[in-house]
């Protein structure tokens, strides 16, 4: 398999590659997938994705090795490894002029674990950025055991300006207590729902009522896996401000994001960096949306 492309879930790594590649100092690689205001086509905000280039298999994905690294109990080696990475991207953004939010993600594990918390808050301190400008993601995969310790943890980030966002809503481990009990500013709507609202009017009235009970919480609504630009519409009409996936953009290397941002900086289109779906994007976003922030009508029938 070519280098660039990427490992199949059948592939099979053993725990002492997987161990080398979180400890050691090749094989991770940490890309960036843009997040985007679907009223004005701006990116607002980023995810921070970990892949693996390992030499025989190419790249391998999350799936592949994450179960892996929980069960040797790496989590917190991978995300202080990702978050380092990250706080470096950042500094190189602002000495471009850019800054946007970038967001790391975590199981409740690591973010229950106050060294997690201690090393971000110490490395964003010593780098002199703004706690603003880093998010954390809770990630669903696995189910919290330890909720008071989460609460408090994730007060302390809120506390020092970061900002907490819920992963995969809707579908994974969190429970109408787990959302009145730690403190939010995002929910991210999973790609399940995203994907079958246009052929499902079950599926579009369930992702509304979600987006609609984040809002009235006052948490920013961002539908996952937005994979086809006909989608746009209606998730403007199902109260999601913004979006995440790849008919908007796949996760790519800082200098293709700092390359977009640019242009957006410096005035050009939003979506106007070389890319294949550009155009169809902005064919599917209408101006006067932006004008008025009513969101478009659409048939779920």
Known sequence: MMPNHEAS??????DDEVAAMITGKEGLRVL???????????????????????SRLGIVMPAE???????????????ERVAQRVIDMLLTMRRAGIAIPVAINAPASTLSDERSVDFLLGRIHAAELPASLLRVELTEDQPIKELDALRATLA????????????????GHASLKLLSAIPLSE?????????????????????????????????RVVAEGVENVADIPALRAAGCR????????????????????????????????????????????????????????????
């Open 156 to 171: 302390r980030l809120e506390e020092a300006g970061c900002e907490v966002s819920l992963d995969d809503f809707g579908t």
């Open 32 to 54: 960036l997938q843009p997040q985007v205001d679907l009223l004005t086509g701006r990116i607002v905000a980023a995810e921070a994705l970990a892949r693996w280039q390992h």
């Open 242 to 301: 913004y979006g995440q996936g790849y008919a908007l953009g796949r996760p790519m290397s800082l200098e293709d994001l700092m390359m977009r941002l640019r242009v957006q900086r410096d005035g050009g289109e939003p979506l106007a960096a070389p890319a294949s779906y550009a155009s169809a994007w902005l064919d599917a976003f209408d101006p006067q949306d932006a004008e008025t922030g009513l969101p478009v009508h659409v048939t779920t029938q």
């Open 9 to 14: 879930t059948s592939s099979v790594v053993s």
């Open 187 to 219: 929910v991210k709507i999973d790609q399940y729902f995203v994907t079958r609202m246009r052929r499902s009017a079950v599926a579009f009235e369930v992702l509304r009522t979600a987006a609609e009970l984040a809002t009235r919480l006052g948490w």
């Open 65 to 79: 090795f994450i179960p892996t690294v929980n069960r040797l109990g790496l989590d917190r080696t991978l995300f």
